[in-house]
């Protein structure tokens, strides 16, 4: 199989490093990729990720058997629409169906139609409602920019004020805003591959919004994430399948815009249960860095199937025993504007995912964008598994790059647990 992986961050160096190693894969290509997925695939060049016809001819020209689509904005702009129009299987879902992600507010409407457990919100999209609506919420405030944002258009205060100047920020960027009630309850995200109708959960994983140690600081696209949930019940992933994502993927089927890729929910588990914090429409960067590097069972058959409706087929998925971990490294400046092209060190070694890199003409790698590396860790058990990450992350260098030091630090010392039910 002929493996096309649209994309250029570390989600897709995962994506291909798992691909790498499918004995079902006969060829990888990364477009536009980054310095670290060279060594896995070809680089075809590709000047816009988000333009169909750019696409499908890179697809027809390099013979692709299948297209992986990273990122959500090539989703939501129709790029597998373009494909699969093409005859080309595309593992992604439809623009349509991508609006789960593209549109909270429209989320948030299936998500009500189909009965899912998710926050109360209410929409803003004049600034003169702004105070009356604001009045509606108690502290903490949620407030959420209503298109894609790169996980960095939420805010989460107690300030009335700084959640007032949040909004007001995003309506004048010409977006509608979302706020919502606050969730009790540790979070989790749970990937989901959906064929249209069949459902195929992963492992559930746990990722850090914040920029900073002990959650300090503003919202980011993540830096850090591990897997599995050692504090989970059993069942969890069963009781969250088939009350939260099940019910979308039929409503989504019932209005004509079935969803086929990953479906990705993002998850409150509080003490009412677990509920829906939002739903993306592709892997999340950083889970993908730790879920992939745990499963077993070919990952190229696996999206395959998706993209072809034969996952009902499929035997079960296998995974490794243990625990994964991934620690973002970024850029100075970020989640704002960033330095870029310094120099890396160690950024070929092991467990070393590239983001924001490119290689300069003198060989070099250099810094590209705000995050720069993910560094994934594995071991027998979580503690383990931090362990490994944050060794391998010794050895890397980046001139004012920075890190959080206690990614799955409280999971693993057994400090989380399910709120009891109400």
Not at 74 to 83: E, I, K, N, Q, S
Not at 136 to 150: C, I, T
Request: charged share 20%; net charge negative; with cysteine.
């Amino acid at each position: 199989m002929r493996v096309l992986v649209i994309g250029s961050g570390a989600r897709e160096h995962a994506l291909l490093l798992a691909l790498a190693g499918d004995p079902e894969v006969t060829a990888l290509a990364a477009a536009p990729g980054n310095a670290g997925t060279a060594a896995l695939a070809e680089h075809p060049g590709l000047a816009d990720p988000t333009s169909g016809g750019q696409v499908v001819a890179l697809a027809r020209e390099w013979r692709a058997d299948l297209v992986v689509v990273g990122p959500e904005a090539p989703l939501v702009a129709g790029v597998g629409d373009a494909l699969r129009d093409a005859g080309v299987p595309c593992f992604g879902p439809s623009a349509a169906a991508a609006r789960i992600e593209g549109s909270k507010a429209f989320a948030k409407d299936v998500m009500t139609t189909a009965r899912v457990p998710t926050a109360r919100s209410e929409v803003v999209d004049n600034p003169g409602d702004l105070d009356a609506a604001l009045a509606r919420f108690d502290p903490p405030y949620v407030v959420k920019d209503d298109g894609l944002a790169a996980g960095k258009g939420v805010l989460v205060t107690e300030d009335l004020d700084a959640a007032r100047r949040h909004a007001a920020a995003v309506l004048e960027g010409g977006h509608p805003v979302l706020l919502e009630s606050f969730l009790d309850g540790p979070e989790a995200s749970l990937f989901c591959v959906v064929d249209g109708t069949t459902v195929v959960p992963l492992l559930p994983a746990q990722d850090f919004k914040r920029l900073g140690d002990d959650d300090a600081g503003p919202n980011t696209g993540g830096m850090g994430a591990y897997a599995p949930l050692p504090w989970a019940p059993a069942g969890l992933v069963d009781d969250i399948v088939e009350r939260l994502v099940t019910p979308v993927v039929t409503e989504l089927a019932a209005r004509g815009t079935p969803f086929s890729g990953l479906l990705y929910a993002g998850l409150a588990l509080t003490s009412a249960g677990p509920q829906v914090i939002e739903f993306n429409c592709r892997f999340g960067d950083p889970e993908t860095q730790v879920v992939l590097a745990l499963l077993r069972s070919s990952t190229a058959r696996l999206l395959s199937a998706a993209a072809t409706g034969q996952l009902a087929g499929e035997p079960p998925l296998t995974w490794a025993e243990g625990a994964a971990v991934t620690i973002v490294v970024a850029a100075e400046g970020y989640p704002g504007s960033v330095r870029t092209g310094d120099v890396l060190q160690g950024a070929d070694g092991p467990g070393v995912l590239h983001a924001g890199t490119r290689r300069r003409d003198d060989g070099a790698v250099v810094s590209s964008g705000g995050r720069v590396l993910s560094v994934v860790g594995t071991g027998e058990d979580l503690d383990a598994a931090r362990r490994d990450a944050y060794e391998r992350l010794a050895a890397v260098r980046l001139p004012g790059g920075h890190h959080r030091t206690d990614i799955a630090r409280e999971a693993a010392a057994g400090h989380i647990a399910m709120p009891v039910r109400a």
